[in-house]
């Protein structure tokens, strides 16, 4: 029990700070994330599992040369440009930059930045299902709470997972979150 509870607190997190705080409900602001990507499709559940293995081969030095990165979580999930398409990211760990990233070998794995930024957050546990029903639940409660305080949506949801399958669900950690404006 234990262990599910400790090892992502051992990894790596994407740095930000929080503003403010309401409940379960963050306003935080990260600083630049550098991101390796996938484009899958099929529903959310199954998009989530399909983009995990190109992702854990780059990481792990299968798909391209050089030494193995460290594992960092969140793993994150937002939808692509169709109802069908997702996609499924990495962070890669602080100690690398655009520059000193290795480049993947597979075509399928892309490089993202994503610029300091603000956004709301809506932490929560539980596990997902293949309805994605809990997803939902919590993303209309942190895009009500965005809209009552009048805040500008500038991405689509994203939907943050840091503990492995196996984790109970009332251990697990997740998030959604959404960039808002200044």
Do not use: C, H
Not at 26 to 50: C, T
Not at 69 to 78: G, R, Y
Not at 134 to 141: P, T
Request: proline letters at 5%; zero cysteines; hydrophobic letters at 35%.
């Amino acid at each position: 029990m234990a262990a599910w509870y400790l090892v992502p607190k051992f990894l790596e997190t994407p740095a930000y700070r929080v503003t403010e705080k309401d409940g379960d409900i963050e306003v935080r602001y990260y600083e630049r994330m550098l991101l390796q990507s996938v484009k899958v499709s099929g529903d959310q559940y199954k998009a989530l599992r399909l983009g995990f293995r190109p992702l854990v081969n780059y990481i792990g030095a299968k798909a391209r040369e050089g030494e193995k990165i460290s594992m960092t979580a969140p793993v994150m999930q937002s939808l692509g440009d169709t109802d069908n398409e997702w996609i499924v990211s990495f962070s890669m760990p602080s100690k690398y930059s655009k520059k000193t990233l290795p480049r993947p070998n597979n075509n399928q794995v892309y490089f993202e930045e994503i610029k300091p930024t603000k956004t709301a957050v809506i932490r929560f546990s539980g596990k997902t299902d293949k309805t994605g029903s809990l997803l939902k639940e919590k993303e209309k409660i942190l895009l009500d709470w965005v809209k009552d305080r009048n805040f500008e949506i500038i991405s689509k949801s994203k939907y943050l997972f840091y503990n492995d399958p196996s984790t109970p669900g009332f251990l697990r950690r997740n998030e959604v979150m959404v960039i808002i404006s200044d």
